[in-house]
């Protein structure tokens, strides 16, 4: 799993936080709220999540581990969707015969 640097995760965190700001000040400003949603689409692809909302909770459960820890955390999620059967049901295979 490649994991993206700590210093470039604060980076991307502190600008959704910092256009957070000026969007919820601005609610109106079409600008704003598109730059706004641009760095929480950037944060979503860095911590690779599919909304804004996980990947800032993601990047700062990423900031304040160690490594190790945040694999650990992370390898314990993916375990519990592979349990999930994917492919075919067994019994198909006895309908072509």
Known sequence: ???????????QLRRYRAWERVMLASPQDREV??????????????????????AVDAAER????????YLREQGGRSQLSEKVRRGP??????ARQ
């Open 1 to 11: 799993m490649l994991l993206p640097a700590k210093a470039e995760v604060a980076r």
């Open 62 to 69: 990423y900031l304040r581990t160690s490594l190790v820890t």
């Open 33 to 54: 709220r598109s730059t706004f949603e641009d760095s929480g689409y950037t944060l979503c692809v860095l911590m690779g999540k599919r909304c804004a909302r996980e």
């Open 89 to 94: 049901p067994s019994d198909r295979s006895s």
